[in-house]
């Protein structure tokens, strides 16, 4: 006696079972793109625009295109360029052969135009660091004589200061929908703090852990989440952090083996993370996860080992908002190249990376000389990653 009927299925079910087969597998597809030009730097919303400047020339690349350098970017030496969301409207700020310094918005329709409404002197000591999602409202950081402040500009009212929680500021990025930036600011007592600024709320300290320096390098679209590094005055060693306003700020844990680690850039929801460590390290967080060293992830995770390898080493340098592309640069048989992954739309979830041990640390007092010399090395060491000095800086 059969307790259980056979079933059977009609022509119609079959293809819809197929189908269904056929965009599970479409779905967790993992593809990874060599670009074949250098320093690719930001990426709209839908992965389908890259921007990026080698000098001279800031260049506009898209699948249909290849890479376009516009007539008016021509001149200019810029590796630190951002996209809106939509990919219609770029912002940077370069030097030109005439060694003028121009804070820029450039759309096909209208072309380059400088950013109005900078306080003087406007000789252009306004770097941007990244741009929100409609390309409506940029920030940067200016430097007005001595002092070197955060900024936020937007067409109708121009560049405004940020203000500072004590003695200067600089911004590293700003929130999708334009309405919060984050960055750093040194207090009188020279240590540094990552902020979040709001119209309403004006610049707040995110605070510390175990009283190190703070920085703010990312921001999610509504300004909800920071991420940045934490810096030892005494030893100098870093590691990355993720902030909420419902978590405060949490230690993400340091890159195994590496004296030096930060977060950079984060998908929305801030629950996949990536940045860099030392020694060209590319780091991938995760809650489940952990760090993982990107390299690491790419191969065994995602089952890119091929395609990798003739790639010595791969750093992130922005991600779109649902966290499914992925823009870096890397060593390609010897020269710097860029790349370009489509995580799928269900990527498979990171396996647990190794035990991860703090980097040793030295109780802090909070006044301090350390943090000029902090800030120079921070300098040196995520300059290459200065998008965001985010929103989506490896940044």
């Known amino acids: 006696m059969n307790l259980i009927a056979p079933v059977r299925l009609s022509a119609a079910s079959i293809s819809l079972v197929t189908s269904l087969a056929l965009l599970s597998n479409a779905e967790a597809q993992i593809t ?50 951002y996209v809106s969301g939509d990919g219609k409207v770029i912002a940077g700020h370069g ?18 135009m400088p950013l109005n409404g900078l306080p003087p002197p406007t000789k252009s000591y ?25 900024m936020r500009w937007t067409s109708a009212t121009g560049a405004v200061a940020l203000g500072t929680l004590g003695v200067e500021s600089r911004g590293y990025a700003i929130s999708e929908d334009g309405s919060a930036v984050t960055g750093y600011s040194t207090l009188l007592n020279g240590r540094n703090r990552a902020f979040l600024w709001t119209e309403d709320k004006g610049m707040v300290s995110l605070g510390t852990l175990g009283g190190a320096d703070s920085f703010g390098y990312a921001i999610s679209g509504n300004g909800s989440i920071v991420v940045g590094q934490l810096q030892n005055p005494h030893t100098l060693a870093t590691e990355p952090f993720r902030w909420s306003a ?99 739309l269900n990527p498979p979830a990171l396996e647990q990376g190794p035990p991860i041990k703090p980097p040793p640390f030295s109780p802090v007092p909070e ?29």
Do not use: C
Request: glycine share 16%.
């Open 246 to 344: 419902t978590e405060g700020m949490v230690k993400l844990g340091a890159f195994p083996g590496q004296s030096w680690s930060t977060a950079n850039v984060l998908s929305d929801d801030g629950s996949f993370i990536i940045g860099g460590a030392n020694n060209f390290h590319g780091l991938v967080w995760t809650p489940d996860s952990g760090i993982r060293d990107l390299l690491d992830v790419l191969k065994k995770d995602y089952g890119l080992g091929d395609q990798l390898a003739d790639w010595s080493w791969v750093l992130p340098r922005a991600i779109t908002p649902d966290g499914r592309y992925i823009l870096g640069l890397g060593v390609y048989n010897g020269k710097e190249d860029g790349w370009l992954l489509d995580r799928g």
């Open 126 to 150: 306004f770097a941007v660091v990244g741009i929100s999602g409609d390309g409506s409202a940029v920030a940067g950081t200016s430097h007005f004589g001595p002092e070197t402040v955060a």
């Open 32 to 81: 990874f793109t060599h670009l074949g030009f250098s320093s690719p730097f930001d990426i709209s919303d839908n992965g389908s625009v890259v921007v990026g400047g080698n000098g001279p020339g800031v260049y506009r690349w898209t699948q249909a295109t290849g890479k376009v350098v516009p007539a008016d970017l021509a001149a200019i030496y810029d590796t630190n360029v």
């Open 367 to 395: 006044a301090s000389t350390y943090g000029a010399l902090g800030s120079a090395l921070l300098v040196g060491l995520v300059g290459w990653r200065h998008r965001r000095t985010n929103r989506r800086e490896i940044r």
């Open 95 to 112: 030097t030109t052969f005439t060694g003028t310094d121009t804070p820029y918005r450039w759309t096909e329709l209208s072309g380059k």
